[in-house]
């Protein structure tokens, strides 16, 4: 297996894109990146796109080979090839774009990562996100995503004593940090006053303790570390890349309160670099609801188990913390086009491993994490990134 | 959900059979064909044998859902609910004939038949388990209005008329 690098990234904004369509915003992602990249089209040997549901959100399947015609692609006759773990999508494909280039199958590939959801009405939208859960056994007896989550947040509270305040916290830092960044669905500051009586969406979540839905597209090229160097000045090296799955159903878990697939993806990560939790600086966490950013925490080894609700009480997780959290705005405030999130929070940390997040730039990092959920976390990847000097 | 899919897996909705592994003794709801905590689990394929939940259960976590799930419209604000068996295993399910206030972690409930849900004025209609707040509570069972309360039964729910 050989290093794999980022050599270029794109994203458009995310929000409700109700002017354009699927391919156009896919095409503006990968052709960002594509530029960034100092890559030809004719350089790519494959395509993997992360998308959720777009049969359901937009009536088209078999969208990889639509989105490389309509770049102009199709004479190339490049493989196309679609990833689909609900929420987890965009981090799944790039996971297999990554073993593409270190296996050496090919040499530069592109990522993508797209979601049109806003087509379609608000209680489309949470049927089709919630088919990411058991169909048949949880929301046939009136389960959503949202209530899965509550479930867990009310799990913890009882177990930790977790305060339904410390995890509204995670949607205040989300917006703060939301605010200055030009791409996000929300640029709002929101209170903790506000996330407390906003509308109840399941008890104890409300309407801003959940992510919006969102449209948008995010796209990566990835080459080989050695030949990096040719195409940009800034290669940003993949160090770990890791995928693990658990039981789709909340219900069959050893325990609601823990998500299995994070602790083990993140112990397959931190073995793979020697990396340890308390030396990781900056993190994109999958904080689809206040809950699960606090999950996060716990799970991914930044806090021991239990301590997430405390840690949120005293602790900015700001630019000026040791831990820095979900610069971009995190799922909350940039927003939640379910197949671009895994994509998109990369983007994110290489433009700040690179130097380059402008007033969102969290000062001397050269490692970062990101972390991204399908599901109530029935699949959780996770890639460490590391500036290469 | 289309009438195959739901009508497969009827004996399990109404009836709350489970399995339990021959081998480690694990119990599983709905059924497995393969038990995921035997260290050989491939050897357990055909070794599941038949497990009746008794339809007892206590809150384990739960929620009031305000913003609904597909088909529960008329029904907001329902309270969901992670129930623990006393057999093992935990079901999803919602906690009815109950204000949510009454509603906390540890309280002692027990599988009812019921009505879940209507695919549109002309569509299909899917039966299946819901809680009740269990006798021993000290509270009687409220039935919607017009129906019977069916007597509890130990071998698990049988269907009610709804």
């Given at each position: 297996m050989r290093d794999v690098a980022v050599l270029g990234v794109g994203q458009t904004r995310f929000g409700e894109l109700w002017d354009r369509s699927f391919r156009e915003i896919g095409i503006e992602a990968g052709f960002s990146a594509l530029t960034q990249a100092k890559l030809g089209s004719h350089d790519l040997g494959a395509l993997y796109l992360g998308n959720m549901a777009s049969g359901a959100f937009?009536?088209?399947?078999?969208i990889a080979p639509l989105i490389l015609d309509y770049a102009g692609l199709a004479p190339h006759h490049l493989p196309g090839i679609r990833v689909e773990a609900g929420g987890a999508s965009g981090a799944v494909a790039l996971h297999q774009a990554y073993l593409a280039v270190a296996s050496g199958a090919h040499d530069f590939v592109m990522v993508g990562g797209a979601e049109k959801m806003t087509d379609v009405p608000e209680d489309l939208q949470l049927a089709i996100t919630s088919a990411a859960a058991d169909q048949e056994w949880e929301t046939v007896f009136g389960a959503t995503l949202p209530a899965l989550w509550a479930l867990i947040a009310r799990r913890h509270m009882q177990e930790y004593g977790t305060r339904r305040e410390d995890f509204a916290r995670m949607s205040v830092l989300a917006h703060e940090m939301g605010s200055k960044n030009p791409r996000a669905h929300f640029r709002n500051r929101i209170t903790l006053d506000q996330v407390l009586h906003a509308p109840p969406v399941a008890e104890p979540l409300g309407m801003l303790d959940c992510a919006p839905s969102s449209d948008g597209a995010a796209a990566l090229v990835l080459g080989p570390l050695e030949l990096a160097r040719r195409y940009t000045d800034t290669p940003i090296r993949i160090a770990a890349s890791e995928v693990a799955c658990d039981t789709l159903a909340l219900q069959h878990r050893r325990d609601p309160t823990t998500l299995d697939a994070t602790v083990f993806a993140a112990r397959a990560a931190y073995r793979r670099t020697g990396w340890e939790a308390k030396g990781i600086r900056l993190a994109e966490v999958h904080d689809a609801y206040s809950i699960s950013g606090l999950l996060a925490l716990e799970d991914l080894g930044f806090v021991e188990k239990g301590a997430g609700g405390s840690a949120l009480r005293d602790r900015s997780f700001g630019t000026g913390d040791t831990l820095t959290l979900n610069p971009s705005g995190g799922l909350k405030a940039q927003g939640q086009p379910f197949g671009a999130v895994g994509v998109a929070q990369v983007v994110e940390l290489v433009e700040q491993l690179r130097g380059e997040a402008k007033e969102r730039q969290v000062p001397g990092v050269t490692r970062a994490l990101s972390h991204n959920l399908g599901g109530t976390g029935a699949t959780a990847a996770i890639h460490l990134l590391e500036r290469v000097n | 959900m289309t009438i195959a899919r739901f009508w497969r897996e009827t004996p399990q909705r109404y009836n709350l059979g489970g399995s339990r592994c021959s081998s480690c003794g694990s119990a599983f709801f709905p059924p497995r064909a393969v038990c995921p905590t035997c260290p050989e689990h491939r050897r357990s394929l055909g070794k599941m044998e038949p497990l009746q939940l008794s339809g007892e259960g206590e809150v384990y976590s739960f929620t009031v859902v305000h913003d609904p799930a597909e088909g529960f419209e008329m029904q907001v604000p329902y309270v969901l609910a992670l129930v623990k068996t006393p057999e093992g295993p935990i079901l999803t399910g919602q906690v009815v004939d109950v204000l949510p206030a009454e509603v906390h972690v540890g309280l002692r409930v027990q599988a009812t038949f019921r009505k879940l849900r209507e695919e549109g004025k002309s569509g299909v209609i899917h039966y299946g388990y819901k809680f009740a707040v269990a006798r021993e509570e000290g509270r009687e069972p409220v039935a919607p209005e017009g129906e019977s309360v069916p007597e509890p039964r130990r071998e698990g729910p049988r269907p009610a008329r709804t």
């Amino acid at each position: 297996m050989r290093d794999v690098a980022v050599l270029g990234v794109g994203q458009t904004r995310f929000g409700e894109l109700w002017d354009r369509s699927f391919r156009e915003i896919g095409i503006e992602a990968g052709f960002s990146a594509l530029t960034q990249a100092k890559l030809g089209s004719h350089d790519l040997g494959a395509l993997y796109l992360g998308n959720m549901a777009s049969g359901a959100f937009l009536d088209q399947e078999h969208i990889a080979p639509l989105i490389l015609d309509y770049a102009g692609l199709a004479p190339h006759h490049l493989p196309g090839i679609r990833v689909e773990a609900g929420g987890a999508s965009g981090a799944v494909a790039l996971h297999q774009a990554y073993l593409a280039v270190a296996s050496g199958a090919h040499d530069f590939v592109m990522v993508g990562g797209a979601e049109k959801m806003t087509d379609v009405p608000e209680d489309l939208q949470l049927a089709i996100t919630s088919a990411a859960a058991d169909q048949e056994w949880e929301t046939v007896f009136g389960a959503t995503l949202p209530a899965l989550w509550a479930l867990i947040a009310r799990r913890h509270m009882q177990e930790y004593g977790t305060r339904r305040e410390d995890f509204a916290r995670m949607s205040v830092l989300a917006h703060e940090m939301g605010s200055k960044n030009p791409r996000a669905h929300f640029r709002n500051r929101i209170t903790l006053d506000q996330v407390l009586h906003a509308p109840p969406v399941a008890e104890p979540l409300g309407m801003l303790d959940c992510a919006p839905s969102s449209d948008g597209a995010a796209a990566l090229v990835l080459g080989p570390l050695e030949l990096a160097r040719r195409y940009t000045d800034t290669p940003i090296r993949i160090a770990a890349s890791e995928v693990a799955c658990d039981t789709l159903a909340l219900q069959h878990r050893r325990d609601p309160t823990t998500l299995d697939a994070t602790v083990f993806a993140a112990r397959a990560a931190y073995r793979r670099t020697g990396w340890e939790a308390k030396g990781i600086r900056l993190a994109e966490v999958h904080d689809a609801y206040s809950i699960s950013g606090l999950l996060a925490l716990e799970d991914l080894g930044f806090v021991e188990k239990g301590a997430g609700g405390s840690a949120l009480r005293d602790r900015s997780f700001g630019t000026g913390d040791t831990l820095t959290l979900n610069p971009s705005g995190g799922l909350k405030a940039q927003g939640q086009p379910f197949g671009a999130v895994g994509v998109a929070q990369v983007v994110e940390l290489v433009e700040q491993l690179r130097g380059e997040a402008k007033e969102r730039q969290v000062p001397g990092v050269t490692r970062a994490l990101s972390h991204n959920l399908g599901g109530t976390g029935a699949t959780a990847a996770i890639h460490l990134l590391e500036r290469v000097n | 959900m289309t009438i195959a899919r739901f009508w497969r897996e009827t004996p399990q909705r109404y009836n709350l059979g489970g399995s339990r592994c021959s081998s480690c003794g694990s119990a599983f709801f709905p059924p497995r064909a393969v038990c995921p905590t035997c260290p050989e689990h491939r050897r357990s394929l055909g070794k599941m044998e038949p497990l009746q939940l008794s339809g007892e259960g206590e809150v384990y976590s739960f929620t009031v859902v305000h913003d609904p799930a597909e088909g529960f419209e008329m029904q907001v604000p329902y309270v969901l609910a992670l129930v623990k068996t006393p057999e093992g295993p935990i079901l999803t399910g919602q906690v009815v004939d109950v204000l949510p206030a009454e509603v906390h972690v540890g309280l002692r409930v027990q599988a009812t038949f019921r009505k879940l849900r209507e695919e549109g004025k002309s569509g299909v209609i899917h039966y299946g388990y819901k809680f009740a707040v269990a006798r021993e509570e000290g509270r009687e069972p409220v039935a919607p209005e017009g129906e019977s309360v069916p007597e509890p039964r130990r071998e698990g729910p049988r269907p009610a008329r709804t």
